[in-house]
T-cell receptor
Framework: NAGVTQTPKFQVLKTGQSMTLQCAQD?????MYWYRQDPGMGLRLIYY???????DKGEVPNGYNVSRLNKREFSLRLESAAPSQTSVYFC??????????????????FGPGTRLTVL | GQSLEQPSEVTAVEGAIVQINCTYQ??????LSWYQQHDGGAPTFLSY????GLEETGRFSSFLSRSDSYGYLLLQELQMKDSASYFC??????????FGTGTRLTVIP
């Protein structure tokens, strides 16, 4: 049981290049998330997917696209990287059903992160 | 709008007790979570409060007062390994956590 895995761990891009960050979870969770964390800051939600086949914008979606390929995988794409997208990117998953409010924690399980530098 | 306030840094002595406060402002609120993050690592879940009161999990406790829009994390019997950043996050809906900017805890001998 690997939990949440992310690839790559590190990446350096030039301005204007594109790339896709991969995320997979083996906990059979319905919900998956992409966050970015800038130095000394908290996590900001980029996009999330409440269930297979659905995606929604978070707090900072501009410059990103996502794909929920299946229940296990949720990818984040940067079409034209900019220096402002230099950050650490975390993928997370949780077992809450989309749109179903529970009196329980939206405990999120995080991957190890991808450290992205855009020059 | 939505906001969370927590102290940026706290220093405490090994074996002591430390409290990290968190105040929030939001129109939709379903609970307050706490996450721990060591340098270079991923956030890991510590505790959650949906209702007012104290939740205890080993050396860690978390408190929530919904009427005061306030919560805190209490760490007892501090150990050196507790040196990390601690984030409070409120749950605004079924699929959304809004994180604070974190409190960096340094435990000194």
């Amino acid at each position: 049981n690997a939990g949440v895995t992310q690839t790559p761990k590190f990446q350096v891009l030039k301005t204007g290049q594109s790339m896709t960050l991969q995320c997979a979870q083996d906990m059979n969770h319905n919900s998956m998330y992409w966050y970015r964390q800038d130095p000394g800051m908290g996590l900001r939600l980029i996009y999330y997917s409440a269930s297979e086949g659905t995606t929604d914008k978070g707090e900072v979606p501009n410059g990103y696209n996502v794909s929920r390929l299946n229940k296990r995988e949720f990818s984040l794409r940067l079409e034209s990287a900019a220096p402002s997208q230099t950050s650490v990117y975390f993928c997370a998953s949780s077992d809450q059903m989309g749109g179903f409010l529970l009196i329980s924690t939206d405990t999120q399980y995080f991957g190890p992160g991808t450290r992205l530098t855009v020059l | 709008g939505q906001s969370l306030e927590q102290p940026s840094e706290v220093t405490a002595v090994e074996g002591a007790i430390v409290q990290i406060n968190c105040t929030y402002q939001t129109s939709g609120f379903y609970g307050l979570s706490w996450y721990q993050q060591h340098d270079g690592g991923a956030p890991t879940f510590l505790s959650y409060n949906a209702l007012d009161g104290l939740e205890e999990t080993g050396r860690f406790s978390s408190f929530l007062s919904r009427s005061d829009s306030y919560g805190y994390l209490l760490l007892q019997e501090l150990q050196m390994k507790d040196s990390a950043s601690y984030f409070c996050a409120f749950q605004t809906g079924a699929n959304n956590l809004f994180f604070g900017t974190g409190t960096r805890l340094t435990v000194i001998p």
